[in-house]
């Protein structure tokens, strides 16, 4: 193994992820990268990003191949400082033995449900570590909304990523779908995990129900970092809230589903499919207008939880997206008086996934 | 987590959930208890490969009923009882038995609404197997896709996974048109991540397994797992391939179909059935008609041949369309 | 107080009346208007039949279902559908029972538990069979009636349907009118046996046979299989004897039929004049309120001809709709 030649590999981003399709290539031979620098565009079977470099230095090959699928751990492109010669990268490369493709390695199921007050809910558990982090999706999302997330930060945390009522493959109705009673699932699924404090990562609605959620027992939530959150000013993008709500087909949704990103390239067919799947499970939709009706009456955003949460005095990472077209970033940023604020340039609704290495940075500072 | 379930289990499933949520739905067909009238157990088989298995215990044989070996009577009686209120849901044991019905389902139940003045509903879905592979000889073992089809006032749907068989044949008891439902006997056994809940998928939406952008192969049934086989030998040449599964024959999802077609320029229909008035035949038909600028190379229909269904398992084997025939095709087009 | 020798009230027998001259005048008056030219495709008379689906229909109610021939205007009237739209159909009319879109050979009313006439021979029997199935399944007390030919008694769907309603004890009446002709077959060539009561006896049914012109023997003989089929004793197999007066279709030269067979069809099997003559000295009904039924009868009848003449078409748009619910 060469310290002076890097390799760019396909990752494994989730813990089901076997293998992804190269969309496109950002850089090409002779590119000078930094740490960060975007490479390569692929696609996997529940998502679409960016592979980023981990090393300095220039690309010196490019081999995988653009519409191309190749199973994770992939040799697909080598940087490498422009002083190594050509000579050694051959080498290398001639010498280079893939690694051996698992077939089905550990087929680690993640997934567990547990029966609540509310019904049955479904939620993933991920790594080991003694600090606990609790991971809540937001409106129409589910616990893969975070899988940027949890693998990038499983070998430092007790992961829980759970699915709301209404939401994913959880029960498909509610006690009390309010914020509140949101709160209240969360505290009795801690209860039922044995899980006595925890730091709770929110997006969107889920941000809202996190900082609810400390608002009702501040004993219990270590800190909150929020992405995009509800609950901190009064907009919302309610024709998005309708649109989700109301499309039955892959040409109605798509348009609003673009509009959670800031490249509108990240909806794939794969997710629109998934999301797709959801809503036309019986009963989604009548949840779904419930909850918006409870959550954001008459267009606005029905709860401020500035004040309440501000007296709990637990700290605060809230992370928006600059171009945010569902909840403006400026709420965020109204929460600099007790909160540590992040906006991230570049960035839609789906910061969590679209900037997922300054998120799971800024997710582990706040939980340390 | 996936929930993996087989085909033959969703469509259990489906039953179930419909037959628990809404009291008019009803089941009948031959043996799809078993036992009827004789001294050994109830629900003696739960139909001839199982599919119906647990029905008539949970619901009672006036909703689970055994026929006598009279299709044109029983399924009559299902067309009959569907246009007086009830949702029946009749099994032709073998869709290659509808020649002994076919009046009830083409001149009766398909055209009651029309011949009435709209003043008329027939919520029927008759659901049987099709398909060849099991060594079950001519008279059990065709794709009769293309005669329904072809038949204004019915729909037809031909799931190729268990998750689909499950959503379409619950969205196809929910209808009020009479739907038939066709179940390919070598999917029984495949399996899916399929969702406890009742979920429906819509007519008419067909799903693309595999996005690709230098060829476009529009199947159905089993003939979509046969494409995507021939999609992964194919990327290894480099040559992207675009699977699309129809799911529903009638309403069909052109949209879809010409959209790829405009993406790739190329053409491949593959079906189970015999060629002509095929439905490969209908889609290329209308692509020809409706995308003929952006076609690259000529389509190409991939059928069984213009022979009945082979009993000798080498011969059924080179009757139905092998991956290896996409693949020879595509590579052909691609040149 | 007058004594009633019959088995219905004066309304009733009133009732009974009116509709089988409604039906006489109806099928009378098609014959003429056919043979002018203005009405599209077939047309098959009921005249001379009326005594037998009324007789049947008298005792039926909206939520018992019948399914008929091709012959299926005195069914329909019988069983209460009304003649305006039946004969707007008749004309391909927009305002007619189906749009336009069915004609003589598909009117229904299922409003009215009319499933239409039907031209499959035979198709009649399994669907109400499942009309039967669906009235059991509520208990609603509901019969089903299936009508069909001495022609169409031989199809696969009407035995295979005997022995289904058999198997599940369905409320299911199987009636053979049996006007002698199959088309232009007599049914002499075509029925291997010579009394239906065996045929219905083979498949487990019991059977009756009745004289079809005289409504008095039909409406007893379905008043009582009706009953036992309401009170779950199964299904019952009628026969009415009778005669067509027409053609098996309007323009059918009927060389079948041996010389004078129609004049004396005309003369001594006409069921209206037998039930006029059964009924006229009883004291119930006068004659009187009989001529004057058959005033308004041929009235009401030469009305709904204006009107279906001057009913609208339907419109080029009409072709496509009502092929689905939704699609």
């Known amino acids: ?368 | 987590m996936a929930r993996n379930l087989s085909m033959k289990d969703a469509i259990n499933e489906a039953l179930d959930l419909e037959m628990r949520r809404d009291p008019t739905v009803i089941i009948m067909g031959e043996d799809i208890a078993g036992g009827a009238g004789g001294q050994g157990e109830e629900d003696a088989w739960g139909g001839v490969l199982g599919v119906t298995k647990g029905l008539i215990g949970k619901y009672g044989a006036h909703r689970v009923m055994d026929t006598p070996l009279s299709e044109s009577a029983y399924i009559g009686a299902a067309i009959g009882a569907a246009a007086c209120g009830l949702r029946p849901v009749a099994e032709l044991m073998f869709l290659d038995f509808m020649g002994v019905c076919f009046d009830q389902i083409f001149n009766q139940a398909a055209k009651f609404k029309y011949m009435f003045g709209g003043k008329a509903q027939t919520p029927v879905v008759i659901r049987g197997m099709v398909g060849a592979g099991f060594r079950a000889a001519a008279q059990h073992s065709q794709m009769l896709t293309p005669l329904f089809t072809h038949i204004p006032g019915l729909k037809v749907v031909c799931p190729s996974n268990a998750y689909d068989a499950k959503g379409l044949l619950i969205q196809s008891i929910r209808d009020n048109d009479p739907v038939i439902f066709c179940e390919h006997k070598n999917l029984y056994a495949s399996m899916a991540d399929v969702p406890a809940e009742a979920y429906t998928i819509p007519f008419g939406e067909a799903a693309i397994p595999r996005e690709g952008k230098h060829v476009t192969i529009v199947a159905y049934g089993l003939m979509v797992h046969r494409a995507l086989e021939a999609a992964e030998t194919l990327a290894k040449e480099k040559i992207d391939v675009e699977v699309i599964d129809l799911r529903t024959l009638s309403p069909i999802d052109m949209d879809t179909v010409i959209e790829s077609v405009e993406k790739t320029g190329r053409l491949i229909a593959v079906d189970e059935a015999n060629p002509r008035c095929s439905i490969a035949a209908d889609v290329i038909a209308n692509v020809s008609e409706n995308a003929f600028k952006a076609l690259k190379s000529a389509p190409k229909a991939i059928t069984a041949p213009h022979t009945p269904v082979p009993f000798t398992p080498a011969l059924e084997d080179l009757y139905i369309p092998s991956a290896a025939q996409i693949v020879d095709a595509v590579r052909n087009q691609m040149k | ?327």
């Not at chain 1, 981990?54 to 190749?70: K, S």
Request: with cysteine.
């Open chain 1, 1 to 368: 193994m060469s310290d002076t030649i890097k390799q760019v590999v396909m990752p494994k981003w989730g813990l089901s992820m076997k293998e992804g399709k190269i969309t496109r290539w950002l850089v090409s031979e002779g590119t000078t990268v930094g740490v960060g620098d975007e490479l390569t565009e692929v696609e996997t079977e529940k998502i679409a990003s960016a592979v980023e470099a981990t090393d300095a230095g220039v690309v010196r090959r490019i081999l995988g191949e653009v519409d191309t699928i190749y199973p994770v751990k992939t040799l697909l492109a080598i940087i490498a400082d422009a002083s190594v010669p050509d000579s050694e990268i051959d080498a290398f490369l001639a010498a280079y033995v893939p690694p051996a493709v698992e077939e089905d390695e550990e087929v680690v199921d993640v997934y567990s449900t547990v029966t609540l007050p509310v019904g049955e809910i479904r939620y993933a558990k991920y790594g080991s570590g003694d600090k606990t982090l609790i991971f809540i999706h937001g409106f129409g999302g589910d616990c893969d909304n975070w899988l940027f997330n949890t693998s990038g930060l499983a070998d430092q945390f007790t992961i829980y990523a759970l699915d709301l009522p209404g939401h994913g493959r959880s029960v498909k109705g509610f006690t009390d779908a309010s914020l509140s009673g949101m709160a209240d699932v969360i505290l009795s699924f801690m209860d039922a995990l044995s899980i006595d404090s925890a730091n709770l990562i929110g997006h969107s609605m889920g941000g809202a129900i996190s900082m609810k959620t400390a608002i009702k027992a501040p004993k219990r939530v270590k800190s909150v970092t929020t992405f995009g959150s509800a609950g901190l000013g009064i907009d919302i993008n309610m024709e998005y809230i309708d649109g989700f709500i109301g499309s039955d087909s892959r040409r109605e949704i798509k348009p609003f589903l673009e509009q959670l990103f800031f490249d509108a390239g990240l909806v794939s067919r794969q997710m629109i499919d998934d999301i797709l799947k959801y809503k036309r499970l019986d009963h989604v939709p009548e949840s779904l207008r419930e909850l918006a009706d409870t959550v954001f009456t008459g267009g606005k955003q029905s709860e401020n939880l500035v004040e309440a949460f501000k007296a709990t005095g637990i700290p605060m990472t809230a992370i928006h997206g600059a171009d945010d077209k569902i909840i403006p970033a400026a709420h965020s940023e109204a929460a600099k008086s007790f909160a540590k604020v992040e906006i991230l340039a570049g960035t839609g609704h789906m910061a969590q996934m679209e900037k997922s290495k300054e998120a799971n940075a800024l997710i582990a500072a706040q939980a340390k």
């Open chain 3, 1 to 327: 107080m007058s004594n009633n020798p019959f088995p219905l009230p004066k309304e009733k027998l009133l009732e009974a009346y009116t509709k089988m001259k409604t039906i006489r005048e109806f099928e009378e008056r098609l014959h003429v208007e056919f043979a002018k030219g203005d009405i599209p495709g077939f047309v098959h008379l009921y005249a001379g039949e009326e005594a037998s689906g009324t007789g049947i229909m008298m005792h039926l109610e909206d939520k018992d279902r019948i399914a008929s021939t091709h012959r299926g205007h005195g069914h329909c009237i019988a069983k209460g559908v009304e003649v305006e739209g039946m004969m707007a159909e008749i004309y391909g009319k927009s305002t007619g029972t189906g749009r336009g879109k069915g004609g003589s050979m598909h009117i229904a009313d299922l409003s009215k538990g009319m499933m239409g006439a039907n031209g499959i021979l035979g198709a009649g029997a399994p669907l109400i069979c499942g009309a039967a199935l669906a009235s059991k399944f509520r208990g609603d007390g509901g019969v089903g009636i299936t009508f069909f030919g001495d022609g169409a008694s031989n199809q696969g769907t009407v035995l295979e349907s005997m022995n289904l309603a058999a198997v599940w004890n369905l409320p299911v009446i199987f009636v053979v009118e049996n006007n002698g002709y199959a088309e232009s077959t007599s049914i002499d060539y075509a029925v291997a046996v010579d009394s239906y009561i065996d045929r219905a006896a083979g498949f487990g049914i019991p059977g009756v046979t009745v004289d079809g012109t005289d409504f008095f023997a039909v409406y007893e003989a379905a008043g009582e299989i009706i009953k036992r089929a309401r009170e779950g004793g199964g299904p019952a197999f009628l026969e009415c004897k009778m005669v067509r007066f027409f053609g098996h279709f309007e323009g059918d030269a009927q060389t079948y039929r041996a010389k004078g067979e129609n004049e004396e069809n005309r003369a001594n099997k006409d069921c209206l004049k037998i039930f006029r003559s059964k009924v006229g000295g009883a004291g119930v009904i006068t004659e009187a309120e009989m001529d004057k039924i058959d005033q308004e009868v041929l009235a009401r009848i030469e009305a709904c001809v204006q009107q279906a003449k001057k009913d609208p078409l339907p419109i080029a748009k009409d072709l496509l709709t009502d092929v689905y619910v939704s699609y």
